[in-house]
Nanobody, 124 residues
Framework: QVQLVESGGGLVQAGGSLRVSCATS????????MGWFRQAPGKEREFVAA????????YYADSVKGRFTISRDNAKNTVYLQMNSLKPEDTAVYYC?????????????????WGQGTQVTVSS
């Protein structure tokens, strides 16, 4: 079982930046593909970004490309999502997810483990 704990959410003004983190209890994070998803009120959970087990490859949703950066530190068992140029439409609960497979995916059903989420609110 892999436990994922997100942190770093909060309230920020439009145009600002925020970094959310995801820590895992698993001793070896490096075997997992990691992703970030988000869910706004009344909407379905949507893909934001994914990073390969090594950190060498990343994949982004078009809506965040160029503004968000996903990264990982396997020595610290932590994954990060740096969010810049935030917009009100980025407001959502952000979830960290882990996939035992090696192919980065944007599909919710591909991910095996999920965190509890952290709220990000962007004011206009």
């Amino acid at each position: 079982q892999v436990q994922l704990v997100e942190s770093g959410g909060g309230l920020v003004q439009a145009g600002g930046s925020l970094r959310v983190s995801c820590a895992t209890s698993r001793r070896t994070l490096s075997s997992l593909t990691m992703g970030w998803f988000r869910q706004a009120p009344g909407k379905e959970r949507e893909f934001v970004a994914a990073v390969s087990w090594s950190g060498g490859s990343t994949y982004y949703a078009d809506s965040v490309k160029g503004r968000f950066t996903i990264s990982r530190d396997n020595a610290k068992n932590t994954v990060y999502l740096q969010m810049n140029s935030l917009k009100p439409e980025d407001t959502a609960v952000y979830y960290c997810a882990a996939d035992r497979g090696s192919i980065m995916s944007d599909a919710v059903y591909e991910y095996d483990y999920w965190g509890q989420g952290t709220q990000v609110t962007v004011s206009s």
